[in-house]
């Protein structure tokens, strides 16, 4: 688990394929790694890589295909910049929101608007991912935890301050640029509950609406 605090911006250093898949290295810049160990966890734009290797100024990590398929990974080469979070601890402060690291879906920059000191950025997100975001809800953008500012549809707005865009990748967003995304936890975990006994049905819909909110007694006639 991780908490969405961007620790520091590394640099992919290099893609190696490997029968289908990729392993990749990952400079950490001013990441920390003296606590680091093999096995150990680190979120790479949001996306949660196993570290297999430590030469010292990074770490080496095995790209899945499910994980390519899901996320905006693929869309990383060589020197591109990436946001990363090592995994939380018992003691590590809860500043942002819990997050999982499994990326749900790929988001898309749609405009990037100054607005005095802080930019404000509308996204657009897969129309399946679109129940989940509520405004003043968080949402996880290439693994930074973000609150939301408006809602209109599958599009929705973030307000960004100097911080963040200074220390995430977030500055070099531009309209078209893929993102990763992952909605609240809590959220998927609600929208599962409310099917109760019906989740163990083959093909049960994970939508909930309002048929099914007043079948199940949430609505009052």
């Known amino acids: 688990m991780f908490t969405g605090i961007i620790e520091a911006v590394g640099q992919i250093h290099s893609l190696q394929p490997r029968s289908g898949d990729v392993r990749a290295y990952v400079k950490t810049g001013k990441l920390d790694l003296a606590d680091v160990k093999l096995g150990d966890s680190i979120a790479v ?11 010292g100024d990074g770490f080496w990590a095995d790209v899945s295909q499910e994980t390519m398929r899901r996320s905006a990974f693929t869309e990383l080469k060589v020197g591109s910049r990436v946001n990363l979070e090592k995994a939380l601890t018992a003691s590590t402060r809860l500043g942002g929101h819990l997050v ?4 749900d879906g790929v988001g898309k920059v749609l405009s990037r608007e100054e607005e005095a000191r802080s930019v404000r950025f509308r996204i657009e997100a897969p129309a399946a991912l679109a129940r989940y975001i509520a405004e003043k809800g968080s949402i996880t953008v290439d693994g930074t935890s973000l609150t939301v500012n408006g809602v209109d549809g599958a599009i929705f707005d973030l307000n960004i301050v100097p911080h963040t865009l200074q220390e995430t990748v977030m500055g070099d967003y531009q309209p078209g640029r893929p993102v990763n ?29 309002m048929a099914f909110l007043a079948e199940n007694g949430f609505l009052k006639s």
């Open 45 to 55: 734009n949001g996306v949660c890589l196993t570290v297999v290797e430590l030469p």
């Open 181 to 209: 995304l992952e909605v609240d936890v809590i959220a998927r975990y609600l929208e599962r509950l409310l099917l109760g006994d019906k989740a163990a049905e083959a093909g049960a819909a994970p939508g909930i609406n």
């Open 100 to 103: 999982s690291g499994h990326v």
